[in-house]
């Protein structure tokens, strides 16, 4: 996979907007962005992708950057339910587009 | 649809026994993945199947680990024999395709004793 490097943890305060970057410096041309999140006990759960353009869906906001090179994962209003660990992940083409994770971004949301 | 079923939800076994766990994916998916989550590690992929077939169980972490699609609609891990160091969560995914989402079951907390 694209190596991915994301902070280890962050705070947010409940309501506030909480924005988790992602850095994939190596990411090739037909590799996707991939978010997960994993709510402690419960097994990873899928948030969004995208490739180029910027997505949004129920859950989140996706904004990569022009030269592709890192990512923003935007929950708009965060809740003390979003408290998870965040994932960032870019599987490889090469490699089957097998999900590899990392150590993610452990949110904290407090009220 | 259900979702991925994993099963059992808990396993204890005593080390030297062989722990067979069990996996359901989601019907028309067509790949499936094993993970392995502990605290040291964090999630580590053990093998991958795409069709029923293993593409890569170079994360299997010794001969003791094997896994096995038969059809579409089942998988096993199977440890044999078990070690205390072999505690952990287990997870399978599926997938429907590729750059689609995975959907991942509650997963297995295994211990061994």
């Known amino acids: 996979d694209a190596k991915t490097t994301q902070p280890p943890s962050m705070d947010c305060a409940e309501g506030r907007a909480a924005n988790l970057p992602c850095n994939h410096s190596t990411i090739s041309g037909n590799e996707y962005v991939y978010w997960y999140r994993q709510i402690h006990s419960q097994g990873p759960q899928y948030i969004i992708h995208?490739?180029?353009n910027n997505e949004t869906n129920e859950m989140a906001s996706l904004i990569i950057t022009e030269d592709r090179k890192s990512s923003t994962l935007i929950l708009p209003h965060a809740t003390l339910r979003d408290t998870a660990v965040y994932y960032c992940?870019?599987?490889?083409?090469?490699?089957?587009?097998?999900?590899?994770f990392g150590g993610g971004t452990r949110l904290m949301v407090k009220p | 649809d259900a979702g991925v079923i994993q099963s059992p939800r808990h396993e204890v076994t005593e080390m030297g026994q062989e722990v067979t766990l069990r996996c359901k994916p989601i019907?028309?998916?067509?790949?499936l993945f094993w993970y392995r989550q502990t605290m040291m590690r964090g999630l580590e992929l053990l093998i991958y199947f795409n069709n029923n077939v293993p593409i890569d169980d170079s994360g299997m972490p010794e001969d003791r680990f094997s896994a096995k699609m038969p059809n579409a609609s089942f998988s096993t891990l199977k440890i044999q024999p078990s070690e205390p160091r072999d505690s952990a969560v287990y997870f399978c995914?599926?997938?429907?395709?590729?750059?689609?989402?995975?959907?991942f079951g509650q997963g297995t907390r295994l211990t061994v004793v």
């Open positions: 995208g490739l180029k």
């Open positions: 992940i870019v599987p490889s083409y090469n490699a089957g587009n097998m999900l590899t």
């Open positions: 995914a599926s997938t429907m395709t590729v750059n689609t989402e995975a959907f």
């Open positions: 019907s028309g998916h067509n790949s």
